[in-house]
């Protein structure tokens, strides 16, 4: 087998239980304040969830930066190893704690450590051929997003079946395997004596020199649109199916169930995809897809039943596909060499932004809109994104293509 797949296959394995790990904790972190850290008061256990969830995405929206350009400077599978062992620890050690602010602060502490994904697609994009870039974009971050999606069933269902402790002790047990694997596995050919010699420069100095490219500029923007309008209505969902079903037996396994779906229909778009953008572009399939997008999310907001929920978020996830790994194919287009690293760490910032303020956002707007708004205004915030991508990237694309005239030579024309 070839390294470049070898490095995809690994590296997928990796995306997916550190994302699975990151949010396999929302449905039972209230059980576990309650149940195992003594908490009665429920408004107190609402707040602490709430923070305790968010605090990683604090500190890696602060981090992550920070972490990409050490990995443009000493290499992105070391910045690998260094993150998988960290979190691996540090969720371990979620399943001592025997107060609220202990996993906070681990939480913290998981964010500020974090930087596996952004060096997994940095070194991804670095070691894979030019031809199939769309191709292992889509399947390594198909990885990301089934963990992040699927992340809370699997979270629900050992709870039921193991209880809440052991979770963290597995999740980290099986993370540690996965740096492992990576660590014997994967190789990148990274050149640190050149790295060491080029220029160094600051966080804030590469954030200057990249926003200098309006590309990038632009893609971040829709990075940051995207997780927002997928994110702002993920934590009402629950309540939604609870809505549609009528009846107050099994709500956790059909919430999970409806969020499961467009995590598998994610999952097989986004190799799919991927290939599908080595061939047209990837801009277009980013225009599609933000399209299709904005359109599956309409049904969503008229949805009678949990079967049509069901269906609409299947058909969501076709279009999530192609999203987010067409995004870091541009990413990597648009990057000056050298700053590969950073250029997706700032984009995962503007990720770990969006998940911090969509909760926050949708739970503020649904008192006075609902869910079935909230719906709307994503399908909304996709056609802009949509709209924005054709204006920035096709349209800029369009124009460098088109053919320069050529002045006319006045000598040869006397001639």
């Given at each position: ?19 699975a ?10 059980l ?13 256990v ?7 969830f ?7 929206f602060?981090f992550?930066?920070?972490?990409g ?35 906070l602060?681990l939480r ?7 930087g ?13 051929p030019?031809?199939?870039i ?18 809370p069933?699997i ?8 209880g ?5 002790y597995?999740?980290?047990a099986?993370?540690l ?8 596995v ?24 990249l926003?200098?490219i309006?590309?990038l ?11 927002f ?15 549609l079903?009528h009846?107050?037996t099994n ?30 572009g990837?801009e ?5 897809s ?6 599956a ?23 999530l ?6 995004v ?5 287009k648009?990057?000056?060499?050298g700053?590969e ?29 609902g869910i079935?708004g909230?719906?709307l205004?994503s ?14 990237l ?7 293509q088109?053919?320069?005239k050529?002045?006319e ?7």
């Amino acid at each position: 087998m070839e390294q470049w797949r070898k490095n995809l296959i690994v590296l997928w394995f990796g995306q997916f239980l550190v994302m699975a790990g990151m949010t396999m904790i929302i449905p039972f972190m209230p059980l576990y304040l309650q149940y195992d850290l003594g908490m009665t008061d429920t408004e107190q256990v609402a707040l602490w969830a709430g923070i305790i969830f968010a605090g990683n995405f604090v500190t890696a929206f602060i981090f992550q930066p920070i972490w990409g350009k050490y990995a443009d400077r000493y290499g992105r599978k070391l910045m690998i190893i260094r993150s998988g062992f960290g979190m691996a620890i540090v969720i371990f050690l979620m399943g001592f704690a025997t107060a609220p602010w202990h996993l906070l602060v681990l939480r913290l502490l998981n964010g500020t450590i974090s930087g596996f994904n952004p060096a997994s697609i940095a070194l991804i994009s670095a070691t894979t051929p030019k031809d199939k870039i769309g191709f292992a974009m889509g399947s390594v971050q198909s990885g990301a997003i089934a963990g992040t999606i699927l992340g809370p069933l699997i979270g629900g269902v050992l709870a039921d079946m193991v209880g809440f402790r052991p979770i963290f002790y597995l999740t980290g047990a099986l993370l540690l395997a996965a740096t492992l694997l990576a660590l014997f596995v994967v190789k990148e050919d990274f050149d640190r004596k050149q790295a060491a010699n080029s220029k160094s420069e600051s966080v804030i100095d590469g954030l200057k020199e990249l926003s200098r490219i309006p590309q990038l500029l632009a893609l971040f923007g829709v990075t940051l649109l995207i997780q927002f309008a997928n994110m702002s209505p993920m934590s009402l969902i629950p309540l939604f199916v609870q809505e549609l079903h009528h009846s107050a037996t099994n709500i956790a396994f059909w919430a999970g169930f409806v969020g499961s779906a467009t995590g598998l229909s994610n999952l097989i778009a986004s190799p799919v995809l991927g290939r599908l953008s080595d061939r047209i572009g990837a801009e277009r399939i980013l225009a599609v897809s933000l399209l299709g997008a904005a359109l599956a999310f309409i049904p969503q907001a008229y949805a009678g039943t949990v079967g049509q929920l069901l269906i609409a978020r299947f058909g969501l996830g076709l279009f999530l596909g192609g999203l987010i790994p067409t995004v870091n194919t541009l990413i990597r287009k648009y990057t000056p060499d050298g700053m590969e690293s950073r250029a997706y760490s700032f984009n995962s910032s503007t990720l770990a932004l969006g998940n911090m303020i969509a909760p926050i956002a949708g739970g503020a707007v649904s008192g006075s809109i609902g869910i079935r708004g909230l719906f709307l205004i994503s399908s909304v915030l996709m056609l802009l994104n949509g709209v924005w991508v054709w204006y920035t990237l096709l349209r800029g694309k369009r124009h460098l293509q088109q053919p320069k005239k050529q002045p006319e030579n006045n000598q040869s024309r006397g001639s």
